[in-house]
């Protein structure tokens, strides 16, 4: 918005795109009218519908443990729940909002965001702190 470059405006651009990858939607879609933005839309449907606003293509490949590569990641792992993908999906949404908010001041720092993903990669592969198995807990 014609400020100098800085790493605040990367942040703000990561925020988007994990916006863009978790929902499935680009900012120029044409349902951004009239003032919406993706930033906005994710915000408002945070509070309510987190399940309605994830790309459904990424909730089933987590839940099924499909992927389209041939590398494994899963180290074994069976496939998460909804309940914890959704939890996941609801924490790396929240990531991106704050990442794009419209103020540089508003922003977190890098350091935060990739210590933030890194608890929910951990999270979601049942990994704790010192990168042992965790227990599940039945839900």
Do not use: W
Not at 41 to 48: N, T
Not at 110 to 133: F, M, S
């Amino acid at each position: 918005m014609g400020n100098e470059v800085s790493t605040s405006g990367d942040v703000y651009s990561f925020g988007i795109l994990l916006l863009e990858m978790f929902t499935g939607k680009r900012p120029t879609d044409i349902m951004f009218d009239g003032g919406l933005t993706l930033h906005n839309f994710v915000k408002m449907a945070m509070v309510e519908q987190v399940a309605n606003i994830g790309d459904p293509t990424l909730v089933q490949q987590a839940v099924t443990g499909e992927t389209s590569s041939s590398i494994d990641i899963s180290q074994n792992k069976s496939p998460a729940s909804i309940h914890e993908v959704q939890g996941c999906l609801t924490s790396i949404l929240k990531v991106g909002i704050a990442c794009s908010e419209e103020l540089p001041s508003d922003r977190p720092d890098i350091k935060d965001i990739v210590t933030q993903l890194h608890v929910i990669k951990n999270t979601l592969l049942g990994v704790g702190v010192h990168g042992g198995r965790r227990a599940r807990i039945a839900d």
